[in-house]
């Protein structure tokens, strides 16, 4: 089982690379493991060829990455190296790349003072057709919240009652909607919308809704 992730890293001209992790999503580990050294988050630090495609990456006009003829290029990252598009904003990648039912992480990488800085964001689904039967099916790309969680100690301390205050939250919408309390499903989801904003003051919160 996957635990699916989208990584944005900074080019040099303030634009976007997006990448993707198939396990990344997992206790946010991301956010403690892409460093200089593992850009990718390499299992093994100092690997030259991944340090050597993060580096062309953030100025290439496209996806190509520079092969190797070295054993390094063989060295499994948990991030894919392979960019699944360049130069993008990241209003863009909230509203057309990031699947908030499919993936549970993303990530936002930037270099700053020769380090990686990385924000570690839970996705939210807004999709009320898990929890009403009135509702209508619903979009999953572009259609939804990323919230940033508590850290101390290197460890994210709030992440799971985040979740679970959220699918509390999103079931009583959902019960409301069905029993008429709501007149539509907009106005559902802005309700939904309006708590989740205000449930999540302390953190850096981005809706996204069509």
């Not at 946010?28 to 060829?49: H, I, R, V």
């Not at 990456?57 to 190509?64: F, N, P, Q, S, V």
């Not at 130069?87 to 039912?101: F, T």
Request: proline residues 3%.
């Amino acid at each position: 089982m996957g635990h699916r992730a989208l990584v944005a890293y900074e080019r040099s001209d303030g634009q976007y690379n997006l990448h993707y992790s198939h396990r990344g999503a997992k206790n946010l580990q991301l956010k403690q493991l892409l460093t200089l050294e593992t850009p990718f988050g390499a299992y093994t630090s100092g690997n030259e060829w991944t340090k050597h495609i993060y580096e062309c990456l953030r100025t290439a006009a496209d996806g190509e990455i520079p092969t190797s003829g070295c054993e390094e290029s063989q060295i499994p990252t948990r991030v894919g190296v392979e960019p699944c598009a360049v130069g993008l904003s990241l209003r863009k990648i909230r509203q057309e790349y990031v699947d908030y039912l499919a993936h549970e992480a993303f990530y936002v990488v930037r270099c700053d003072d020769w380090q990686l800085r990385v924000r570690a964001y839970r996705v939210f689904w807004f999709g009320l057709e898990d929890v009403a039967t009135t509702a209508r099916r619903a979009p999953t790309v572009g259609h939804g919240a990323l919230r940033t969680v508590t850290w101390r100690d290197g460890d994210p301390t709030n992440d799971e009652y985040v979740r679970g205050e959220f699918d509390t939250l999103k079931a009583i919408v959902g019960d409301f909607l069905d029993r008429g309390v709501f007149a539509s499903d907009e106005e559902a989801l802005a309700y939904l919308e309006r708590m989740f904003r205000e449930w999540s003051a302390d953190a850096d919160v981005h809706v996204v809704l069509q």
